[in-house]
């Protein structure tokens, strides 16, 4: 193979990587994904899970419509809450529902 031969060889290598990248992209790349809106998500509840799909935290609203941040111990024992519309903005709940803790 002569140098000429070399250098069309590297040229068209180079060319076709090129070309075969840019139509893989166009194929294969994921479709975008836009926001439900462009000023935020609007949801009712958002929740964490854990792996075994139990709720650990959540931020929503209740049943009288009050705003509220619930996080919940691994053994859901105690539960953190913070909610500016109740009297007790900070409360840690046992299961039972005593009160371990608040703050007004």
Sequence with gaps: MTHKQMLWL????FIGGIIGGGLS??????????????????AEEFLLLDVHGRARAGLGLD???????VLRSKDGN??????????????LVERGGRILWSAP
């Design 63 to 69: 049943a009288k419509g009050e705003v509220g941040l």
């Design 25 to 42: 992209y166009l194929l294969f790349s994921p479709l975008s994904v836009q926001a439900q809106s462009p000023n935020g998500v609007h």
């Design 78 to 91: 105690r539960t953190l809450t913070l909610s500016p519309d109740d009297p007790s903005v900070i409360k």
């Design 10 to 13: 590297c040229a068209v290598t």
